[in-house]
């Protein structure tokens, strides 16, 4: 009766680990490549549903043979994943950089989130603050703003370089 009572205490205690992973990969996941797609911020801006809602909440970001790139901010007032597949074998993280304008200068802000008691989640990712010029915006350039009161971000296997 204990190995009975046991077993089962694991068997849920496991199903309670696995639950919240599986609950992202329903069809509210949305995967990205970078070859041959509008940048990114215009892949994730342009997400949205006819209400203006949007309509996924996890970005699987796939590619890491090229960089992707954003020319303008990403901004989100509702739970948000940016979520990195690994490259196997080497485990080499999606890299995603600044893009060069029209104008010559650099897009400053990466992400800016807006709702209060939201959660936002970046895993595996290579946020690098130079351009594809090979220039640093100084100064301006974050990668992540947070800008309502309550919100829970977490970063995991994420590397920041070159951002203010």
Known sequence: MKHL??????????????????????????????????????????????NGTRAHHFYKLVSTDTTYVFDATITSKENFTLWGVPAAGTGKLPCIEP??????????????????????????????GIAINNKVNYGAGQAVQVSADSIRFSADNVVFEQWS
């Not at 089962?8 to 490549?33: K, N, Q």
């Not at 807006?114 to 990712?125: A, C, D, E, I, R």
């Open 5 to 50: 009572f046991t077993a089962a205490f694991l068997v849920a205690i496991l199903a309670i680990m696995v639950a919240p992973g599986r609950m992202y990969a329903s069809g509210d996941t949305l995967y990205v490549f970078a070859k041959g797609s509008p940048t990114l911020d215009k892949v994730i801006g342009g997400d949205t549903l006819a």
């Open 99 to 128: 893009d060069v304008l029209i104008d010559n200068s650099i897009p400053g802000v990466f992400t800016t989130f807006t709702g209060q008691h939201t959660t936002v989640v970046f895993k595996n990712l290579y946020l690098l």
